[in-house]
């Protein structure tokens, strides 16, 4: 294996190994809540998984890394982006339901922990796997490798509520290659990983509130 891709390769099989016993095995048998698990599930991945996805990129030189937290930047694209995230899930609420309403599970909590889920998963995928793969004069292939690795990290919650069979057939799947690709093109136009943040934490919230 070419050594750029042996700490990012190794960094991910054992972040599936470790959530995906976490999942399937430990949260089950905790018998939590569903909100409660929620919240136990989103505090562990930014104790678990941001440390160590912070620290490799110390060691990872690429062009991105310095500007990684940049704030001064145009938001204006990712402000009408996350916009337009708001509306699909408007419309899809009212052409499902024929009404819109927030769903009685949606919580205030559901907010900060949106903003966490953002936050670890795009320091992880987008801020450590993507910049240390990624090559700017060919970067598709880091790009949609990328994007497995972040559809394959939904398996085991999708294998423990037992929806996994289904979303494949009905090519549910695709939704999260989208937003992987959404969400890298906010991190590789802006060169910072906050938009990516924004994005993921705004469908976060509107699948909470409209969807549930």
Same mark, same amino acid.
């Given at each position: =294996?070419?050594?750029?891709?042996?700490?990012?390769?190794?960094?991910?099989? &054992?972040?599936?190994?470790?959530?995906?016993?976490?999942? =399937?095995?430990?949260?089950?048998?905790?018998?939590?809540?569903?909100?409660?698990?929620?919240?136990?599930?989103?505090?562990?991945?930014?104790?678990?998984?941001?440390?160590?996805?912070?620290?490799?990129?110390?060691? #990872?030189?690429?062009?991105?890394?310095? /500007?990684?937290? /940049?704030?001064?930047?145009?938001?204006?694209?990712?402000?009408?982006?996350?916009? $337009?995230?708001? @509306?699909?899930?408007?419309?899809?609420?009212?052409?499902? #339901?024929?009404? $819109?309403?927030?769903?009685?599970?949606?919580?205030?909590?559901?907010?900060?922990?949106?903003?966490?889920?953002?936050?670890?998963?795009?320091? @992880?995928?987008? &801020?450590?796997?993507?910049?240390?793969?990624?090559?700017?004069?060919?970067?598709?292939?880091?790009?949609?490798?990328?994007?497995? =690795?972040?559809? $394959?990290?939904?398996?085991?919650?999708?294998?423990? #509520?037992?929806?996994?069979?289904?979303? $494949?057939?009905?090519?549910?799947?695709? /939704?999260?290659? =989208?937003?992987?690709?959404?969400?890298?093109?906010?991190?590789?136009?802006?060169?910072?990983?906050?938009?990516? @943040?924004?994005?993921? #934490?705004?469908?976060?919230?509107?699948?909470?509130?409209?969807? &549930?």
């Amino acid at each position: =294996m070419n050594r750029r891709y042996r700490a990012p390769a190794l960094f991910y099989a &054992g972040l599936f190994l470790v959530w995906g016993i976490y999942e =399937m095995a430990v949260l089950p048998a905790l018998g939590l809540s569903d909100r409660v698990s929620f919240a136990v599930s989103e505090c562990i991945k930014c104790a678990v998984w941001v440390p160590p996805a912070l620290l490799l990129l110390r060691r #990872t030189p690429e062009p991105f890394v310095k /500007q990684l937290f /940049q704030w001064r930047i145009n938001w204006w694209p990712y402000l009408g982006a996350a916009a $337009l995230l708001v @509306v699909y899930h408007v419309v899809s609420c009212f052409v499902r #339901t024929h009404t $819109l309403a927030i769903v009685p599970e949606f919580y205030p909590e559901t907010i900060p922990l949106s903003l966490m889920v953002g936050f670890s998963e795009e320091v @992880v995928f987008r &801020g450590y796997l993507l910049n240390a793969t990624i090559d700017e004069k060919s970067p598709w292939k880091a790009i949609l490798i990328n994007a497995a =690795m972040f559809l $394959l990290i939904h398996f085991p919650i999708w294998i423990r #509520t037992g929806v996994l069979a289904m979303y $494949l057939l009905r090519l549910v799947f695709m /939704q999260i290659v =989208m937003l992987s690709l959404l969400f890298t093109w906010g991190f590789w136009k802006s060169r910072s990983i906050l938009p990516a @943040v924004l994005l993921h #934490t705004v469908w976060d919230i509107a699948v909470f509130a409209l969807v &549930g």
